[in-house]
């Protein structure tokens, strides 16, 4: 499968042409991804995209992307989007949805698609229906990656950021060969302002806030799956293929 036409086509909103060479044998899932910072939710959409055939839709990647794109190139969705955001604002949920609608031809992927980042609200997830609906496409699972705040706590406030290469570390799961010292550049490590125990807890508090309503609307639906983010990055993807295959 293409990844890069993937990529491209979800990135910059131009028509798809990414259809893979050989249909998924299980069939595509379409899934949505929740968990908060520090889950590893983003390794976890990496594996089960290789193994699964998918196409990672991630909302954060567009809103990355288009800081880089020439203003020409940026669609009003996009354009909207980023000036609320160099405001420090939140998205509203009706340009988040212009954004998605711009890329629709991405959700109808014969390989499938997992979604990340979107939906972040009920509103959301009530607009993502009608669209999937329209599209005659229905979702698998709704992943939902759990842990304990206080092991969350543990691995981001663990986290050493180099001033000079910006390569990251673990004081406790990776650390660098010198204490405060970047294996690459040789730049000191600090820890970042948001990675101090403080701030993370308000980080969860805030996260958890917002997410339980979009967990029960899914639950409700019976498309929530929960899946313990505890164990090694490979312990996890085996969790949550195990409980995939109990939906097929």
Request: positive net charge; proline residues 7%.
């Amino acid at each position: 499968m293409s990844t890069s036409h993937h990529r491209s086509a979800w990135l910059k909103g131009q028509d798809p042409n990414c259809c893979p060479s050989s249909l998924p044998p299980q069939g595509p899932y379409r899934l949505i991804l929740l968990g908060a910072p520090g889950v590893g939710k983003g390794t976890q959409a990496e594996l089960l995209c290789q193994r699964l055939g998918t196409c990672h839709l991630s909302t954060g990647d567009v809103f990355r992307a288009a800081k880089n794109l020439d203003p020409a190139q940026r669609s009003p969705a996009l354009t909207a989007a980023l000036d609320f955001m160099r405001r420090g604002e939140l998205v509203p949920d009706e340009t988040v949805l212009a954004m998605v609608r711009e890329r629709v031809a991405c959700l109808r992927c014969p390989g499938g698609f997992l979604l990340d980042g979107f939906p972040r609200t009920v509103a959301q997830a009530d607009a993502l229906e009608s669209i999937l609906a329209g599209e005659q496409l229905k979702l698998d699972a709704v992943l939902s990656y759990d842990l304990p705040i206080d092991q969350i706590v543990a691995r981001l406030s663990g986290r050493r950021t180099c001033a000079g290469c910006k390569a990251v570390f673990h004081v406790a799961t990776r650390p660098p060969k010198t204490e405060s010292v970047c294996d690459h550049c040789g730049g000191k490590l600090y820890q970042r302002e948001d990675d101090r125990p403080e701030a993370v807890r308000v980080r969860m508090e805030t996260y958890e806030k917002s997410t339980a309503p979009l967990v029960e609307f899914y639950r409700h639906r019976d498309l929530l799956i929960s899946i313990p983010a505890h164990g090694t990055p490979e312990e996890i993807f085996q969790r949550t293929l195990q409980v995939l295959a109990t939906r097929r």
